[in-house]
Nanobody, 124 residues
Framework: QLQLVESGGGLVQPGGSLRLSCAAS????????MGWFRQAPGKEREIVAA????????YYADSLKGRFAISRDNAKNTVYLQMNSLNPEDTAVYYC?????????????????WGQGTQVTVSS
């Protein structure tokens, strides 16, 4: 049974940092493209970042380039999202997602498996 479990969310002050983790089980992790998405109240789910199976290729939403970094450790079946210089507009539920494919995917409907999400709140 494939399972994705996010962790690392919480309350952080503006300008702060958080590192999210997504632990995967029940799959051959290295065969899956992984993505991070976020959904703020009243808004659609949007791509944050995606990473190829081996980690050599990444994609970032234009507005987040330079502040967020996605990485993965295939030995630990885990994908990470390092978030820096956080601001209140980054407040959302953050989800990791997986798809057994070669090419990077950037649309939510292209992913087959989802975690339950972790809340990130940026507030003073």
């Amino acid at each position: 049974q494939l399972q994705l479990v996010e962790s690392g969310g919480g309350l952080v002050q503006p300008g702060g940092s958080l590192r999210l983790s997504c632990a995967a089980s029940g799959l051959t992790f290295s065969s899956y493209v992984m993505g991070w998405f976020r959904q703020a109240p009243g808004k659609e789910r949007e791509i944050v970042a995606a990473i190829s199976r081996g980690g050599g290729s990444t994609y970032y939403a234009d507005s987040l380039k330079g502040r967020f970094a996605i990485s993965r450790d295939n030995a630990k079946n885990t994908v990470y999202l390092q978030m820096n210089s956080l601001n209140p507009e980054d407040t959302a539920v953050y989800y990791c997602a997986a798809r057994n494919t070669i090419a990077l995917r950037t649309l939510a409907h292209e992913y087959d498996y989802w975690g339950q999400g972790t809340q990130v709140t940026v507030s003073s």
